[in-house]
């Protein structure tokens, strides 16, 4: 199984990346240090987190586009 950010939402292959474990137990893993920077500065809106988290209707609409 390959392992999904927290953070941006990409799937990376296991070896890769950061694989953290709270005090709670719980386990979060992360693509990057990137991700796990901005994680710890709690940034959310983030412009290339925006771009990677496409909504369905944009891709809907590209798909449109490129079929005329």
């Known amino acids: 199984k390959m392992p999904k950010c927290v953070y941006c939402g990409k799937v990376y292959e296991f070896p890769r990346g950061l694989t953290l474990v709270t005090k709670d137990g719980s386990v979060k893993y992360l ?28 891709v809907r609409e590209e798909l449109i586009k490129e079929e005329e």
């Open 31 to 58: 693509c990057s240090g990137k991700c796990k920077k901005n994680m710890a500065m709690k940034r959310r809106k983030v412009e290339w987190i925006r771009k990677a988290k496409k909504s369905k209707k944009e």
